[in-house]
């Protein structure tokens, strides 16, 4: 299992990757003002994500986890399992929980702590929690989804080799 990170993805700063994510062409991995960040195992960062960390202290992302296209995360911790929707906002300092989906456009509050099992969805950013077995659920579905990816990124992208 390796870690892919396509050509044009842009990675700046001190980032550490963990074995088994995959990222995507025009993503951005940004550390501006110096704090690391720290990705888990079996990410899927994809076409225009911006994870960035503009503070000085660390950002941590944990495993399994899923950035859909175009959403941007600023966050300072994010935990396993979760889904981060097309053109979400994760707001600066804000920590997520375990199995969360942050819907499609949706966005956080800077500094706000989101609870495992919460869902955000909706214009108005409405939460609900749904059930932990959740993540069990679409664990098998994101293990296949990287697999999938793992195969086919690198047959029709130059990948940097890290």
Do not use: W
């Amino acid at each position: 299992m390796t870690t892919i990170v396509c050509q044009d993805a842009e990675l700046r700063g001190a980032i550490t990757l963990g074995v088994g994510t995959v990222i995507h062409p025009k993503a951005k991995i940004i550390s501006t003002a110096g704090g690391p960040i720290l990705i888990g195992r079996n990410n899927i960062i994809e076409e225009g994500v911006t994870i960035i960390n503009s503070s000085t202290s660390g950002m941590v992302i944990g495993d399994d986890n899923l950035f859909e296209v175009n959403c941007y995360v600023a966050s300072k911790y994010i935990g396993h399992y979760n889904i981060v929707e097309p053109r979400a906002h994760i707001g600066e300092n804000t920590s997520i929980g375990e199995n969360c989906v942050i819907g499609a456009m949706c966005s956080t509050a800077t500094d706000e702590v989101i609870p495992s099992n919460t869902v955000i969805f909706g214009s108005d950013n409405q939460r609900r929690m749904q059930r932990p077995e959740a993540a069990d659920e679409r664990a098998m579905l994101h293990a296949r989804h990287l697999e999938y990816l793992r195969e086919i990124l690198p047959k029709f992208n130059h990948t940097k080799r890290l």
